[in-house]
């Protein structure tokens, strides 16, 4: 099974000030065939269900605001947020598809200092 | 609306039974790959068990293996899973997610999930 490790474990920073949370994967999720890193990363603020903001490791999902993005390729990816707003307060996690079973990271807690 | 509702969870005894649902709506069910994923009180998301949209294909974590059995139904647009032999670290909120129409792709879609306790 690819093991997702994720760091920091949690994060406290200013409002506008620029996060970034780090995903390595055991083993590479690139897919040689058609270049695509198979790494997704969710937001889940409390109580809610986690929601997809990046996948194939930088595409933005739809209504996702432009200050997060997502970087990296093979086993190490970073998901950035430029300016951190106070609604961005919320539990992150990396996640592969690259093949069964599709494990997520230990999460990254996000919180205002 | 596009959705995912879930429902069938509850408190069971170790060694019970219990039987998830999540109902879909607002999308062609039936052409998506569908997941169910779980997370502990307090912990993170555990991937739990994967079906293909004609229920051909499917896959388990090691830790669920042998006592869960995922299921759909396309013509309800219903996802199931069949948990047996419970034990008090199955313990979770259960979420369903739809996957993408190939095998690969984010989850895109999630239920609120369903609350499953195992205790004496």
């Known amino acids: 099974d690819i093991v997702m490790t994720q760091s920091p474990g949690s994060l406290a920073l200013s409002l506008g000030e620029r996060a970034t949370i780090n995903c390595r994967s055991s083993?590479?999720?690139?897919?040689?065939?058609?270049?695509?890193?198979?790494l997704a990363w969710y937001q889940q603020k409390l109580g809610q269900p986690p929601k997809v903001l990046i996948y194939w490791a930088s595409t933005r999902a739809s209504g996702v605001p432009e200050r997060f993005s997502g970087s990296g390729s093979g086993t190490d990816f970073t998901l950035t947020i430029s300016s951190l707003q106070a609604e961005d307060v919320a539990v992150y996690y990396c996640?592969?598809?690259?093949?069964?079973?599709?494990?997520f990271g230990q999460g990254t807690k996000l919180e205002i200092k | 609306e596009v959705q995912l509702v879930e429902s069938g969870g509850g408190l069971v005894q170790p060694g019970g039974s219990l039987r998830l649902s999540c109902v879909a709506s607002g999308f062609t069910f039936s052409n998506y790959w569908m997941h169910w994923v779980r997370q502990a009180p307090g912990k993170g998301l555990v991937w739990v068990s994967r079906v293909k949209s004609d229920g051909s294909t499917i896959d388990y974590a090691d830790s669920v293996k042998g006592r869960f059995t995922i299921s759909r139904d396309n013509a309800k647009n219903t996802l199931y899973l069949q948990m047996n032999s419970l034990r008090a670290e199955d313990t979770a909120l259960y979420y369903c997610a739809r996957g993408e129409i190939t095998a690969v792709g984010p989850f895109a879609l999630w239920g609120q999930g369903s609350l499953v306790i195992v205790s004496s």
């Open positions: 996640q592969h598809y690259y093949t069964s079973p599709y494990t």
């Open positions: 083993q590479s999720v690139l897919y040689s065939s058609n270049s695509k890193n198979y």
